[in-house]
């Protein structure tokens, strides 16, 4: 016999075996994915992971899909921006990182609940008619990842509002003027837009889920200390070493700020929860709980998300400090936050931002973070996150959606 006829017939074999065992309801072993096998298996690129992912879940996921751009509101916005190009608002960044295809592309966030949504599948109490049968994921978790979309968007935009006060020193004040009206105005429209989508859900328990998500992205812009352009300062470290327990709770209930400031890991955690983790997290939870699954595995669910932005971000706060990088960089970044638990005495050149973080030399704050453990501390993070992730993941069936998810977060390692 040849070799390609014996392979043949051990993988029809093999397969009839497989057949036989669940016909006959017999145990065939799960196959998990594994943080090791992720990492140390061929690591597929980013934009390939994603663009892979997106044909899983049908046609485009993002509410930047064409029903959106033709319409009139979206038009008038994207006229406007174009008579702020060249006046270095805020807002131009934003628009620039919606449609970056990049580790930080916003759009991103819909796709992990739709591929959530797909891998979990749906209980027989839902419906066949909600189903859409060529993606595989129902018509409300459809609707759920555009809101997470616009929720994260709006807040993005709103983020990007100029403080106008007199006392403020700022270059051509009337572009400034008119970039914070189209921001106001842009996020404003994209939250209303979100709340009406939701509130066609007709589910009063989603609708308390991710009403609790917005409130913790309202809060995450009030942790102090912050600028007099509310951007955000590390706190002062702490020499207690007091731990932080609370983020293993899945709860409505909000989060205690105070308990986590000056504690590099816990700060870190806090804010990024709040000012990420807690929306991803509630929008894979409230997916599930679309489907009709257990609150067991909507818990689960809002571990990954949460997890798994928590992964992202720390991938994030990294990209700055790589080799030959420069300029300005979050200085309430992972690696920022351990090169102050590593050396206290470096606080000072970060006082040097409270009232304008354009003051801070960011030129010395990065060698005192190179030159200390800090950059290791936050691959450590990040792989935690990313392991956590996966053993959520992993309660999950084996799918073609939970591999794209995988993938996802296997592409965001070294």
């Not at 065939?28 to 096998?37: A, F, G, M």
């Not at 067991?296 to 400090?321: I, N, T, V």
């Amino acid at each position: 016999m040849s070799l390609s006829k014996l392979t043949m017939n051990l993988s029809r074999n093999r397969t009839v075996l497989c057949s036989s065992a669940i016909a006959h309801n017999r145990w065939v072993p799960k196959r998990e994915i594994t943080y090791t096998n992720a990492q140390y298996a061929k690591k597929p690129d980013w934009n390939r992971a994603v663009s892979e992912a997106e044909k899983i879940v049908g046609y485009p996921n993002s509410f930047l899909s064409l029903r959106w751009l033709l319409s009139d509101e979206i038009a008038n916005v994207a006229l406007q921006l174009r008579k702020l190009v060249g006046s270095n608002h805020p807002l131009l960044k934003t628009a620039k990182g919606l449609l970056y295809n990049g580790k930080n592309n916003m759009q991103a966030w819909g796709l992990i609940v739709l591929l959530v949504s797909k891998a979990a599948g749906h209980t027989a109490a839902v419906p066949d008619m909600e189903e859409d049968k060529s993606a595989g994921v129902l018509h409300s978790q459809r609707a759920l990842a555009e809101v997470t979309e616009m929720i994260r968007t709006s807040h993005l935009v709103h983020k990007g509002l100029v403080n106008m006060q007199p006392c403020v020193k700022v270059e051509a004040p009337g572009d400034m003027i008119a970039g914070n009206k189209i921001a106001l105005l842009s996020g404003d429209y994209l939250l209303s837009n979100s709340c009406v989508e939701l509130a066609n859900l007709k589910n009063q328990d989603l609708v308390e889920l991710m009403s609790s998500a917005v409130r913790d992205l309202a809060e995450a812009e009030f942790v102090e200390p912050r600028d007099i352009q509310n951007a955000p300062l590390p706190a002062r470290p702490r020499t207690d070493g007091k731990g932080y327990e609370q983020f293993v709770d899945c709860t409505l209930e909000p989060l205690v700020v105070s308990e986590a400031l000056g504690n590099a890991r816990a700060e870190w955690t806090l804010r990024h929860v709040l000012n990420a983790g807690s929306l991803l997290g509630k929008s894979c939870q409230g997916t599930l709980k679309l489907a009709g699954h257990s609150e067991e595995l909507q818990s689960k669910g809002y571990l990954f998300g949460r997890h798994l932005a928590l992964a992202w971000q720390a991938c994030l706060d990294r990209e700055p400090f790589a080799g030959g990088s420069g300029g300005q960089f979050s200085l309430v970044s992972a690696p920022v936050l351990f090169a102050l638990q590593h050396d206290p005495d470096m606080y000072s050149l970060i006082e040097k931002g409270l009232d304008n973080i354009e003051n801070v030399d960011y030129a010395a704050v990065r060698r005192r973070v190179l030159a200390g453990p800090a950059l290791e501390m936050t691959k450590n993070l990040q792989r935690d996150h990313s392991k956590a992730a996966l053993e959520m993941l992993n309660e999950l069936p084996d799918s073609d959606a939970r591999t794209a998810l995988a993938n996802i977060i296997a592409a965001m390692q070294d």
